[in-house]
């Protein structure tokens, strides 16, 4: 559905964002190279339930809690398929997440996906917590299979993420994403 729906690879990263807007995180990190994009965020990072709910396709979660709890954020995500955008743009990607004493990595394989079928189970993989790290989500895709423009992927994302909102800082290649004047 996420491959159909997102044809332009900036559309991933806006979703990919907008996740980490509504989970309340004050500064995301998004780095492109001809071999990978990474998305990091300083947000409240998911548990084991958060996990299964961000793979739950259709997940109701965004729309029965409509504001994010730390910051009040109306909350731009509803529909719970925008991770799987990803597949639009690459093979493999990879979800690091962590929250309080609860730290996981899921490497989502495309081709071991689609051969699973109805027996896939979320391949999961626990860690020992960092304690010196914040809690938060990093997106890895890998094995790109669409390239992306960084000044189109800029301009995209400044008209459409929620950037002028306090305590949201978003930056592309190191580089602070604003808001033009009006």
């Known amino acids: 559905i996420g491959e159909r729906l997102y044809s332009e690879s900036f559309e991933l990263l806006r979703e990919l964002v907008n996740n980490a807007y509504d989970a309340d995180a004050t500064e995301v990190r998004v780095t492109i190279t001809p071999e ?15 996990l299964r709910q961000y793979f739950n396709i259709g997940s109701p979660e965004k729309r029965m809690r409509r504001t994010s709890p730390k910051f009040g954020r109306d909350r731009v995500g509803e529909f719970g398929i925008g991770k799987f955008a990803s597949l639009s743009a690459a093979r493999y990607f990879e979800v690091w997440t962590k929250r309080g004493l609860f730290q996981a990595t899921v490497t989502f394989d495309k ?7 109805e027996s896939w189970s979320l391949p999961l993989r626990y860690e020992t917590p960092e304690a010196q790290r914040s809690d938060g989500t990093r997106v890895i895709l890998r094995q790109l299979t669409k390239s992306f423009d960084i000044t189109e992927v800029e301009a995209r994302l400044i008209e459409t993420i929620p950037i002028r909102t306090p ?8 580089k602070p994403l604003a808001a033009p004047r009006a």
């Open 36 to 50: 990978q994009v990474t998305v990091e965020d300083n947000g409240s990072g998911m548990d084991i339930e958060g």
């Open 111 to 117: 081709a071991a996906w689609e051969e699973a079928g």
């Open 167 to 174: 305590n949201f800082s978003v930056f592309l290649n190191g």
